[in-house]
């Protein structure tokens, strides 16, 4: 059951029209986020631990079209596609939580879906989808709720419901709804943020972020050991949890005078810093375990060296896996495309490297 807080996302809409009906497909394009400071640990329903605050990408998306019939007179009916293909693996995911979502969106119950989903960045790449995934679905949905309920309108309160529904799906797809520097989690910091849905970042972003690249290495695209979901439940019964929460948030407050100062260096700092505390609370889980290639820890030394003798200010941040992420100003792409090129390709999968960049949001589209 839903609590005080949740109730503001309940459908308003079907107290007035408990009985809404109506055919029709809606479709998004939903980026995925990479995080600078990293959510780590959750409590309740999907809330977050720590604050987080993460750069929304433009190029790595998921595109997901959604076809409905709501009628009183039906039942629940769910079909899904991947890349054209049935999931049952995905399907059961996601039908586990439109079910868990019945309360906030009630008109599923008498729904028949029919969901085709497909991403942009190959599916063998070890990218994770699930922000994005979920964050196409989440629009989606809220698309459906107001189309059902003859209300289009997409401001500040749809993205907000958007936020909140992507968050009870994976707690990071809550940050992808948003475009640019999106914040997640109750912070003093920043009036209007909250544990339930991301908001994106106020405080003004210093020219020297616009478009800032990231550049994806895939150094290992086979399926993690342990899961993000199990990584968090192990800060439940973490030593140095209450030392995490503290260090998030010092870095939260330090990032964002550091976007707004234009300050580079200070990123860069607080970047690696947060990837290899993340990867160093997975070590000290108990039980530990490590997410790291040996070619992760290459590149990243490989990373610190070329900065230290170029003076570029280019830096890496990691997600729960041994994936490694480039960030770096657009004003120096040329050298760091080249550098990577030459330095970094050889240790990854395939060589496969995809180059993105920090985005706008998610976008709706005609089908
Ligand atoms: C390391 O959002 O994937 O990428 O809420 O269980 O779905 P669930 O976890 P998920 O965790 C992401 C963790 C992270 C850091 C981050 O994105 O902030």
């Known amino acids: ?26 479709a998004w394009e939903c980026p995925a986020n990479i995080a600078i400071i990293k959510y780590w640990g959750k409590k309740l329903l999907q809330l977050p631990l720590n604050p987080s605050l993460s750069f929304t990408l433009s190029k790595s998306k998921t595109r997901l ?67 994005s995934s979920f964050g196409a679905l989440a629009l989606a949905l809220c698309s459906i709720e107001q189309k059902i309920h003859g209300t289009e309108n997409i401001d500040t309160g749809f993205f907000r419901k958007a936020s909140f529904m992507a968050r009870l799906g994976s707690g990071s797809a809550c940050r992808s709804v948003y475009g640019g520097a999106v914040l997640w989690g109750c912070t003093q910091r920043c ?45 439940d019964i973490h030593p140095y949890a209450e030392a995490r929460i503290i260090q998030a948030n010092t870095n939260l407050g330090l990032i964002l005078d550091i976007l707004n100062a234009g300050d580079l260096i200070g990123f860069i700092d607080i970047l690696e810093h947060e990837a290899l505390s993340l990867h160093a609370l997975m070590m000290s889980s108990n039980p530990g375990y490590i997410l790291l290639h040996p070619n992760t ?24 896996g041994p994936n490694v992420h480039v960030l770096y100003p657009a ?20 060589g496969i490297v995809i180059h993105d960049q920090v985005g706008e949001g998610p976008e709706w589209f005609e089908v």
């Open 65 to 131: 079209s959604l076809a409905y019939a709501v009628d009183p007179g039906y039942s629940f009916d769910l079909d899904f596609r991947f890349d054209g293909k049935a999931f049952p693996e995905f399907r059961q995911r996601i039908h586990a939580y439109l079910q868990r979502v019945l309360d906030f969106f009630p008109f599923l119950k008498h729904a028949h879906l029919a969901i085709s989903t497909s991403n942009s960045f190959p599916h063998s790449a070890g990218v994770a989808s699930s922000a």
């Open 297 to 320: 820890i290459v590149i990243i030394d490989t990373i610190r060296s070329y900065r230290r003798d170029t003076g570029l200010p280019v830096g890496f941040t990691l997600d729960a």
């Open 191 to 235: 009036a209007g943020s909250s544990d339930e849905t991301a908001i994106p970042v106020s405080t003004p972003i210093h020219p020297e972020f616009n478009n800032f690249r990231n550049t994806i290495l895939v150094v290992n695209s086979k399926a993690k050991p342990v899961s993000s979901s199990a990584g968090h439940e192990l800060m």
């Open 1 to 26: 059951m839903p609590g005080i807080l949740e109730k503001n996302y309940l459908s308003h809409a079907e107290q007035t029209n408990p009985a809404p009906h109506g055919e029709g497909q809606v």
């Open 331 to 350: 004003a120096i792409e040329g050298s760091i495309r080249l550098f990577i090129e030459e330095h970094l390709k050889k240790y990854c999968e395939n």
